[in-house]
């Protein structure tokens, strides 16, 4: 059983790259790390980079009472990965002409049945 919310979220992101590279993507990198905020998945695909949050649930759709996980990427959340995807940017020493996209995975885990279901939010403006 999942013992705490790092381990819920390593789980839920590994649900994720996996969803992804079903779908084509090529995992770039995870977990990445700025004292101002974290990107949880860097992808590419079609010669686009894509940045995705993770938001990983124990409780299914129908137990959340209107509460949608992905309400937590609010506006102080995106404005840090603003900061986040353009120091990524600057560090690979990224042109500007290369087209980028973030994306919202929400991963809602039963822990009963060991299943998950994934809930793929693309093209989500910063």
Known sequence: MVQNSRQKGNIGEEIACRFLVKRGYKIVARNYLKKWGEIDIVATKNSGIHFIEVKSVTKKRSETGGYNPEENVHVLKQRRLRRVIQTYFLEKRIGLGVEFK?????????????????????????
């Not at 919202?104 to 989500?124: L, P």
């Open 102 to 126: 973030f994306h919202v995975i929400v991963v809602y885990m039963d822990m009963k049945t060991r299943r998950a279901s994934v809930s793929f939010i693309e093209n989500v403006i910063l």
